[in-house]
């Protein structure tokens, strides 16, 4: 119960991510930097006297997976958020969220989860409500092209941040880890923005509100949310949940921004959380194993 608790809340919390960037008016990837280098300002003197011990007893191993692992949030971040200046949000929605059935297949190997056909049905269930919403608006030409695959490698990169959070969950907590990779991945970030030649100034007091909000609400809760609840159930589970963003996207577009959900918006949403609950009552003891 405590998992599904964490869970809903990550999903919550991600789901304010779509507003928060839609009202800052700023290049996307001053955005993504400025939403890991203010959560990890916030963090990392939050976690400093965990985190100086466990880098200390690092092994060489696991500190190449957080470096990784700040590798795929950063490239998560940055290559989703610059798709949509090529190809449609649609094309985009889609293949970014194609990291379920990579998270699911990597897991088989490196922990033997071998899913029931009821999750595979879940999954298959839920991708299918996020083809309904955003059916209609899908993209196509050389440009769409390029956006589609910088969003599939940004779904890639969110599934290898997921599995090496699962990977490390026995032998690094949870306060460090997180302080850690979202301060390397803020560095990336930062790096990456100041090498495309981006001011870091200049824009609105409105705008950079929603950078802090994008830090605190979405990072800090959510992806947070998201790093605890893979401590807890399998990966793939996870992934699944997060599923739930554009449904949460929507309706608190409709509260907030007045945005009006069409009909297939809704039976879409009505299928994703239908397919997430699925996958979510195969609790562990339901899988198989090889």
Same mark, same amino acid.
Do not use: H
């Given at each position: 119960m405590k998992a599904y608790l964490v869970l809903l809340v990550g999903v919550v919390s991600v789901s304010f991510a779509a507003i928060f960037i839609r009202l800052a008016e700023a290049p996307p990837l001053v955005i993504a930097a400025y939403r890991l280098t203010i959560a990890s300002l916030i963090l990392v003197p939050m976690a400093y006297k965990k985190t100086i011990p466990s880098v200390k007893r690092l092994p060489g191993r696991d500190g190449l997976l957080l470096f990784f692992s700040s590798f795929f949030l950063a490239l998560h971040f940055a290559l989703w958020i610059t798709s949509l200046s090529y190809t449609s949000i649609a094309s985009s929605v889609i293949l970014v969220t194609c990291h379920p059935a990579f998270v699911a297949s990597i897991s088989y190997f490196l922990w033997h989860e071998v899913l029931n056909r009821l999750t595979i049905g879940g999954m298959a269930l839920a991708f299918v409500g996020i083809v309904l919403i955003n059916y209609g608006g899908f993209t196509f030409g050389s440009q769409a092209i390029l956006g589609d695959v910088l969003a599939l490698i940004a779904g890639f990169a969110m599934g290898g941040y997921l599995i090496?959070?699962?990977?490390?969950? /026995?032998?690094?907590? #949870? +306060?460090?880890?997180? $302080?850690?990779?979202?301060?390397? /991945?803020?560095?990336? #970030? +930062?790096?990456?923005? $100041?090498?495309?030649?981006?001011?870091?100034?200049?824009?609105?007091?409105?705008?950079?509100?929603?950078?802090?909000?994008?830090?605190?609400?979405?990072?800090l809760i959510g992806h947070s949310s998201f790093n605890l609840a893979v401590?807890?159930?399998?990966?793939?589970?996870?992934?699944?949940?997060?599923?739930?963003?554009?449904v949460g996207a929507t309706l608190l577009g409709y509260f907030i921004l007045d945005e009006v959900p069409t009909v297939k918006e809704i039976i879409g949403g009505v299928l994703i959380l239908a397919g997430i609950f699925i996958v979510l009552r195969q609790t562990p003891q339901y899988l198989g194993t090889k």
């Open positions: 090496i959070g699962g990977q490390v969950k /026995a032998r690094i907590e #949870l +306060l460090p880890y997180l $302080a850690m990779v979202y301060a390397g /991945a803020a560095v990336m #970030l +930062l790096l990456a923005t $100041a090498g495309f030649g981006y001011s870091f100034t200049g824009y609105s007091g409105t705008t950079y509100l929603m950078m802090v909000l994008l830090a605190v609400v979405p990072q401590r807890l159930i399998p990966v793939t589970f996870v992934s699944v949940a997060i599923l739930g963003e554009p």
